[in-house]
C-alpha cells in the first residue's frame, strides 16, 4: 500500500471535496481518498504507485490546483 498527500487549492465547499474525491477515485489502483477542506490536503491509498501528473491531472478535471507535498 501507498500513501501520497498533496495540497489542493480552490476549494471552498463540501461539493468541491466531493468533486476532487470522484476524479482521484477514478485512477487505477486508488484504495481511498480523503479530502479535508480547512486544509486543503488530499490523502490517497494505492495498491501501487501513482504518478503526479496522473493525480494532479485528476484533480485539475475537478476544477483545483494540486501539488504533491
Same mark, same amino acid.
Given at each position: +500500500?501507498?500513501?501520497?498527500?498533496?495540497?489542493?487549492? =480552490? +476549494?471552498?465547499? =463540501?461539493?468541491?471535496?466531493?468533486?476532487?474525491?470522484?476524479?482521484?477515485?477514478?485512477?487505477?489502483?486508488?484504495? #481511498? @481518498?480523503?479530502?479535508?477542506?480547512?486544509?486543503?490536503?488530499? #490523502? $490517497?491509498? #494505492?495498491?501501487?504507485?501513482?504518478?503526479? *501528473? *496522473? @493525480? $494532479?491531472?485528476?484533480? *485539475?478535471?475537478?476544477?483545483?490546483?494540486?501539488?504533491?507535498?
Amino acid at each position: +500500500m501507498t500513501n501520497t498527500q498533496y495540497s489542493v487549492t =480552490g +476549494m471552498t465547499c =463540501g461539493h468541491c471535496v466531493a468533486s476532487v474525491r470522484e476524479e482521484v477515485t477514478k485512477l487505477a489502483g486508488v484504495e #481511498s @481518498v480523503e479530502v479535508d477542506l480547512q486544509s486543503g490536503l488530499l #490523502s $490517497i491509498a #494505492s495498491s501501487r504507485e501513482l504518478s503526479d *501528473d *496522473d @493525480v $494532479i491531472a485528476a484533480v *485539475d478535471e475537478a476544477g483545483y490546483e494540486a501539488a504533491p507535498l
